[in-house]
Structures are given as structure tokens and as C-alpha cells.
């Protein structure tokens, strides 16, 4: 039984990989091969390639001044703080509101298959999200620190438990968010509060690391010995990963009870919690008359509200949005500084190129449209029953996209044109080709969107992060970014950025023309036949 | 009001609907019968606009619904087997969505929605988030959305699922009072209890094709409706 709850599971995360839901048929097994390639490599070379930087800086200084263990310390709790990162939510939605925890709740299933099946799947995702961390760890400690049976038990050990340590982070916080959740009323506002908050600190810690890093390979002995007698589990905790026997038995012993006790809290409370309904407003309606809108204005309404309902949406497709109005600020705060710094790599001729491509990155993280198509789910036949053309529908979720990118970009784009002042034509077709990228990428995402979108997801999660139309238009835009970035350097540095910039911003408006006469017609008549 | 002509609709090589022709005219509640997979809710569907088909046609209010869609969309009004509604929004929101897209105006609206939610018994909890509705209250708010812009055809799919009995009374009334100022109804169900005594016509569907249709005598003649479609399933 708890096979066929692990299949289920398994199948729904990796649906899209097996199953094309446009005609509901089992894809090639080489179509699956490729995608899960492709996954991987985002994996590997995205955020993999990061860490291992991180354990090849710190692995032969720290091994050198006898501070192993420093170092697997200091890669666990990135590691862990990655997992929970990735999975914490998916948790939360994951296993407290999937849609079908009724139906399995009501079936002669005992509740702790139904956990352990939803558990497998968090689990998984942590796994894949701290392994880009404990993965590079564990290798390039046994290149550059110490090869022998123990170490690479001890790193075996270590990228097992720190999975298990993800996943009874995400439980504890998971659990956390779904008691807070039942008493809140504007939870999803306060969730992105909160996860903006600790994503604000993960970026101070990631901008400060190499500060640290510097600081903790010049001092390592000093500030091992202070960490030692401050955080004597932390230690422990990085003896293990060494292959420590002590330690790594204390180690495993301490995550297998913390997991028990874990297990037991959720057993014990899975059904009260899966099955409370959530906090609802005690207010009764009052009578009012409202003003009356247009169709394109009422639909619009719904994508915002859509979008501004769900913590989910909005953290995964509004990401971003913070970066945006972080830099935005840093450059009205600290502008000239990072001119005269740009100015000296190219001597001037790259500064609004390279600002472009900074831009690009981040305008490339907004991506309402991306999962938009896909969240009409059972919702579909509403709008489709109304008397409004399915291009007015497809409208209405770019224009979601075109405002919150817009919205977030605008500072930006003054506050580029602002430091660029000296240069006003620089300025100006920064402007022009960072205003031309904003529809482009929309109508991208648009684009994607219409791709065998999957209506019968049972977690908004399956669209909104675990789906090939969120992913490729997410990848395909830095893509686009490295080539016409990497051509407009090339070329910018003989003729100077000013020219390269308007000739992409021309191309940003052909390709954004031709786009949208495709939604306007194919894509609409796609939507028809969803 | 309706005017179903030579329906086909495959879905790979199935064909779930295969050349059925129907005609309801104003003033007419037609009922639609037949067993699960009979291909009810795809005619259904097709009927309201939401699903294509490769052969036939469809008129509205004497437009296609192929080449003409908003037109016809604008006379009629679909309540699904399942009222999945949008969760995110409150009611109230969904029915001031649904008044926008139509084009009621405000104070219509505003007594429309009072007149129909307080007979529903569901006015006090239109500020509450449809994820918080029961499935009866679902159904109900779908039947009040429907209703909302006084559509000239409307098209239901087992629109009794999750209805109380009094809200089931107050829907059998409301559908008499559609067709008495010249509209239709065309609505699937099981319940042959409820079709036999509420419909003017009834057709019954069997494997994607029409097998029976007229005035319920015409259709039941001395037996039962239950019981010729029991005999016409058995055939």
C-alpha cells in the first residue's frame, strides 16, 4: 500500500517529466531522459557549480590549519539552510493541503503511509536541494582535504543526515506555517513578509561571504577554537562529516531522534491539522453597490487577485521584484561608485551593457505569465463560458506580467539613467532596450505558458514551480541574455555601448511584434482547444 | 433557442458524441439523459462554448457558436457538474466578476444579487472566501452567478448535486420562471423522478448518439421514464 501512495506521489512531482497532458499519453523514454538531463544540469551547473566555488575556497586552507571540521560545518549549514529554503513551503502545501488528502483520508490507508508517502516527496526535494551543497562538499573534501575509509564514510553520512536534517526543518517550520496559517487572515501577505525577510538575510550572508570566508581562512585556528567552546554541537556536527567516529555516531544518533520525535508530533497531529479549516472572516455581507467595470478591467482583477492570494505565486513568480528594488536603491544611494568601477573595466565604452545585463538577469526572475495558463486548472470552463474572446483572457495575464515587471523596473531603469547622467545617449538606450526586454519576456513567458500547460494539478506548486512552462522561459531568458549581452560586449567595445543597446532594443520589439501576433492568434486558438 | 445540428466530438478514437441533432426551443425545459460516459457533458460543453468539435453545429439564439462564440456566449449562462469556482476570491467578488463580464450594471446587480442570495439563504456569506463554501453553497453561488444577467438559454449539468431540498425547490421554480419570460433550459440528470416531472422534452443519449427524443409522452408513453430508459439501455 505504501508503494502505490510513493508511486502516486513520485508521479505527481514528476508528472510533467513522464506524461504529456496535452494529449494525456506517456511521453518517449527519450523525451524523459532529456528532461530529467536538462534538470539536472540546472541542478549541477546552476546551483552546484555555486558550492563547489564555496568548498574549493574553503576545503585546502581550512584541512591545511587543521580545521576540517570548520569546513564541513560551514558547508552543513549552508547546505541545510539551502534544503530549507527550497522545501519549506512545498511542505507546508505539500503536505497539509493537497487537494487530495480527503479522498486518501477517507479511504482504509493508515495515516502514517499517507505521511510517510507525502514526507518521501519533501524529502526528495530537500535531498535535491542541499546534495547541490553536500555533493561538491563531500567530493572536494576527498580531493583537496583527506582521502581514507573514514572520510568518505563520515561524507557519505553527511550528505545523508543533512537531507534528514532538511527535512526535519522543513516539518518543524511546515507544521509552524500551517498552525500560524489557520489563525491568520492576510497570511499570504505576511508569508512573503517573512520569507522576503529571510531571503534579504540570505543575501547579506551570501554578499558578506567572501569577507567572511577571507577573514575565517586568515584566522581559522582562533575562530575554530571560539566556535569550538561557543558551539560545541556545531562542532560535532563538522567532526562527523570528517569521518570522526565518536562524533559521527553522536551525530546519526542525535538526527534519528530529533526525526522520531518529528514523526511523532506529525502523526499525531496530521489529521486535526489537514482537515481545521483556515481562519474566515466573522463578518457578514453588507449590501453595497458597486461600480461597474469593463470586462478587460474585471479579468485583470482576477489575474492580480489570483496573483496576490498565494504566498506561492507570489515569492516563486515575484522573486524578481526584490531584487529589483534593492538595486534600485543601491544605485540611488551608491550610483557613482559603481560607475567609476565600470568605467574602469571598459573604460566606459561597456557600462550601460553590462547594467543592461544585471537587468536582464532580474527582469528575467518576474514570472507571473509563465504558470498563469496552467492555474485556470478546474477554473477553466469559467472564463471560457463567458462571452470574452480567449485572447481578452491571455491579455489580461500579460498584462499582470507587464505591470508587476514594469512596476519593478521603472525605478530601476531611473536609477540606471540617473548614474548614466554623464552619458545621457548610454542612458537613453539603456532605457530603451531595458523598457523593449520588459514586453519581450512577457510575451515569452505568454508564449510558454500555452505549451501543454497541466490543468489537473492537484497542489498549485505543480505549476507554479515544478512544471516545464515555468523553467524554460526562465533559463531560455538568461540564455538570451548571455548571447545578446556577450554580442553587445563584443561588438559595444568597438562602437560603443549607446549603438549596441538601440539595435537591441530594435530586435527586442520585432521579436516582441512577432510574439504577440502569435498569442493574438495561434495562442488564443490554442487556448480554445485546451 | 438552441439548435443542435449533426454533433460530433472525438476524443482520440472514441467518439463521444457522434451526429446527434437537437432543438430546443424558447420556452422549453429540456432534459438530457443517459448513463455515465454517454456523452452528456461533452454536448453539454460544446453547447456553452467551453469545448470543440470537429463536426456539426451549434446556434445560439441563431448563432453559431463556431464562427459567432461571444455572441452566443453573451444570450447564455453554463453551471458545470462540479462547482469548481475560483477559491481565491470572496462571494461577492465572484458575483461582481461575473455582473462585470456581462455587463450588468450596478443597481441590477445589486438587486439581482440580493433578491437571488437571500432566497438561497446565502447572503450573509458572500464576504466569506468561496474556499470556505460547503459544496451546496458552491452550487448555489454557481446557480446565482448563472441567473445574474438574466441569460436567455442556460445550460446545467446535474444542477440538483449538493442542493438542499428547499434550494432544489426554489431552482425548479426559478427554471419555470426562465421559460415563462421566453427562455430555455437544457439540463442533464440522473434523476429521472425530477426530469420526468419538470421537463417539456427529454432526449436520451446512448453511446455518444440520440436515441429517443420528443415531449416526455411522446418519449415514456405509457411506462415510466425510468423504465423505457431501462428497456432503451438494455437494447
Known sequence: ?530 | MLKIENLTKTYGDKKAVDGLTLNIAPGEIYGFIGHNGAGKTTTLKAAAGILQFEQGEIYVCGNSIKTAPLECKKHLAYIPDNPDLYDFMTGIKYLNFFADIFGVDAEQRKNRIHELASAFEIEADLAKPISAYSHGMKQKLAIISAWLHTPDLIIMDEPFVGLDPKASHLLKEMMHGVCDRGGAIFFSTHVLEVAEKLCDKVAIIKQGKLIRSGTMDEVRGDESLEEVFLDLEAD
Open chain 1, 1 to 530: 500500500m505504501f508503494w502505490v501512495l510513493l508511486k502516486k506521489q513520485f508521479t505527481e512531482i514528476f508528472k510533467s517529466y513522464f506524461y504529456n497532458p496535452k494529449n494525456n499519453t506517456g511521453r518517449s523514454s527519450k523525451s524523459t531522459v532529456v528532461m530529467f538531463i536538462i534538470f539536472g544540469a540546472a541542478m549541477v551547473f546552476g546551483l552546484g557549480g555555486m558550492f563547489t566555488a564555496l568548498a574549493l575556497a574553503l576545503c585546502a586552507s581550512l584541512h591545511s590549519a587543521g580545521a576540517d571540521w570548520l569546513y564541513y560545518a560551514i558547508l552543513g549549514l549552508t547546505a541545510s539552510a539551502m534544503g530549507v529554503f527550497g522545501s519549506v513551503f512545498s511542505t507546508y502545501s505539500g503536505l497539509y493541503l493537497a487537494k487530495d488528502n480527503d479522498l486518501l483520508l477517507s479511504m482504509p490507508i493508515p495515516v502514517k503511509y499517507i505521511i510517510a508517502a507525502r514526507l518521501s516527496g519533501v524529502y526528495l526535494m530537500g535531498l535535491i536541494y542541499s546534495g547541490t551543497a553536500t555533493v561538491p562538499a563531500f567530493a572536494v573534501y576527498l580531493i583537496f582535504g583527506s582521502f581514507s575509509f573514514w572520510s568518505v564514510t563520515g561524507g557519505l553520512m553527511f550528505v545523508l543526515l543533512i537531507s534528514v536534517i532538511v527535512l526535519i526543518l522543513s516539518c518543524m517550520l511546515g507544521w509552524i506555517v500551517a498552525k500560524i496559517s489557520l489563525k491568520l487572515k492576510n497570511k499570504s501577505f505576511i508569508t512573503v513578509i517573512i520569507s522576503v525577510l529571510f531571503i534579504g538575510g540570505y543575501y547579506f550572508v551570501y554578499f558578506k561571504a567572501r569577507e567572511w570566508i577571507n577573514a575565517l581562512i586568515e584566522n581559522a585556528a582562533e575562530y575554530g577554537a571560539k566556535i569550538k567552546g561557543a558551539a560545541y554541537g556545531l562542532y560535532l556536527f563538522g567532526q562527523a562529516g570528517t569521518g570522526n567516529r565518536l562524533p559521527l555516531i553522536i551525530f546519526t544518533l542525535s538526527v534519528t531522534a530529533a526525526a522520531a520525535l518529528v514523526w511523532f508530533i506529525i502523526e499525531r497531529s496530521f489529521i486535526k491539522t489537514a482537515t481545521s479549516s483556515a481562519a474566515v472572516s466573522g463578518k457578514a455581507y453588507r449590501e453595497k453597490t458597486v461600480k461597474m467595470r469593463g470586462a478587460g478591467s474585471a479579468l485583470f482583477s482576477k489575474e492580480l487577485k489570483r496573483f496576490t492570494s498565494s504566498a506561492n505565486y507570489m515569492l516563486n513568480s515575484g522573486f524578481g521584484c526584490i531584487f529589483m528594488a534593492a538595486a534600485a536603491v543601491a544605485l540611488f544611494i551608491k550610483g557613482d561608485l559603481a560607475v567609476t568601477a565600470l568605467n574602469g573595466f571598459s573604460g566606459g565604452r561597456l557600462t550601460a551593457v553590462i547594467a543592461l545585463f544585471a537587468f536582464c538577469f532580474m527582469v528575467s526572475m518576474i514570472g507571473t505569465a509563465a504558470p498563469s495558463v496552467a492555474l485556470e486548472g478546474k477554473n477553466y470552463w469559467i472564463t471560457r463560458s463567458m462571452p470574452v474572446s480567449s485572447y481578452q483572457i491571455l491579455l489580461s495575464k500579460l498584462q499582470l506580467q507587464l505591470a508587476i515587471s514594469g512596476g519593478a523596473s521603472l525605478p530601476l531603469i531611473a536609477a540606471v539613467v540617473f548614474v548614466l547622467r554623464k552619458t545621457p545617449f548610454e542612458g537613453a538606450a539603456f532605457a530603451a532596450a531595458a523598457l523593449s526586454l520588459i514586453p519581450l519576456y512577457a510575451l515569452w513567458q505568454m508564449f510558454w505558458s500555452l505549451k501543454n500547460p497541466n490543468l489537473n494539478w492537484t497542489s498549485e506548486l505543480i505549476p507554479i514551480k515544478q512544471s516545464m512552462n515555468v523553467a524554460v522561459p526562465l533559463f531560455t531568458g538568461w540564455g538570451y541574455t548571455a548571447v545578446t549581452g556577450g554580442a553587445c560586449m563584443l561588438t559595444g567595445y568597438f562602437t560603443g555601448g549607446a549603438i549596441c543597446l538601440a539595435f537591441l532594443a530594435a530586435l527586442n520589439l520585432i521579436l516582441s511584434l512577432l510574439l504577440w501576433n502569435w498569442l493574438k492568434n495561434k495562442g488564443a486558438a490554442k487556448y480554445d482547444a485546451l
